[in-house]
């Protein structure tokens, strides 16, 4: 197959499965195994990462306007030394620590543990795992609390749950919904809040792996048309996704996605 055919898949399936709580490294690894594709490149880390980079432009295009809102209330948080009741200053703060967790530990862990799970074997396994945890979150989860609620060790929770999506397969979106599905967040409000935490998450990421690009130790030569391919189809399907999770939520359970994972 061609490879810009194969740019346009992966590009995708990154976008879908990055808000779908499915795996995004999970299907990025399977997908290439599934079709026989041996392309080096297609398959590699790097490529992988410009794909995430695709999702992060979905993410900041439809969330733009709650971070014009977020970044000046927590700026004047820190100004005023006081959230002076505004609900925008307490979430620009429950995001920041909700993503220390993953900047504590995922420029420590995240090559050893994609070294190790990067095997369609293990990724199979994680997805039931994952699965697992998505039922019963969503079964025992009492649904009755909206995102303004949530405090700062339950923020802080959420973050060290999101560090587990390190392994293919989990699922950052998945076991971030599952953790704030467990601490009473409705269905909406627990994917919003993993969508906006993400946007850190993922572009801190995206530049710690992007510079292993630039400097030439990724392993593979990069090809500029396959990255545009890529990052294009991640993006529009990534905001298709997004949109469509959001949505479904509000009147449907997490089944669907229990069943299609294992």
């Not at 490529?47 to 927590?74: E, Q």
């Not at 993993?194 to 990724?218: D, Y």
Request: net charge positive; with cysteine; aromatic share 10%.
């Amino acid at each position: 197959m061609d490879l810009s055919i194969q740019a346009l898949i992966m590009g995708l399936v990154q976008g879908l499965t990055e808000f779908l709580p499915v795996s995004s490294s999970g299907h990025l690894i399977l997908v290439p195994w599934l079709f026989g594709w041996k392309d080096p490149f297609i398959d590699s880390l790097a490529f992988s990462v410009m794909l995430h980079m695709g999702t992060l432009l979905a993410l900041l295009v439809y969330f733009w306007r709650d971070w014009l809102k977020l970044i000046p209330a927590g700026l004047a948080t820190i100004r005023d030394r006081s959230f002076k009741g505004d609900p925008d200053r307490k979430m620009a703060w429950l995001i920041a620590v909700a993503t220390i967790p993953a900047i504590l530990v995922g420029p420590i862990f995240n090559d050893t543990v994609e070294a190790w799970v990067r095997e369609p074997a293990r990724v199979a396994l994680m997805l039931c795992v994952g699965a697992a945890i998505l039922w019963l979150a969503d079964r025992w989860g009492s649904k009755a609390r909206e995102m303004g609620s949530l405090t700062f060790r339950g923020a802080f929770g959420i973050g060290v749950a999101q560090v587990l999506a390190l392994v293919p397969g989990i699922s950052r979106s998945g076991i971030s919904i599952s953790a704030g599905l467990f601490q009473g967040l409705n269905r909406e409000a627990a994917a919003r809040f993993s969508f906006l935490m993400a946007t850190p998450v993922v572009a801190g990421a995206g530049l710690w792996e992007a510079r292993k690009i630039l400097t030439h130790q990724a392993g593979v030569n990069p090809s500029a048309h396959l990255i545009l391919i890529g990052f294009v189809a991640a993006a529009v399907s990534g905001l298709l996704a997004i949109h469509f999770m959001l949505e479904f939520l509000k009147r449907q359970p997490l089944t669907i996605f229990v069943v299609y994972r294992v």
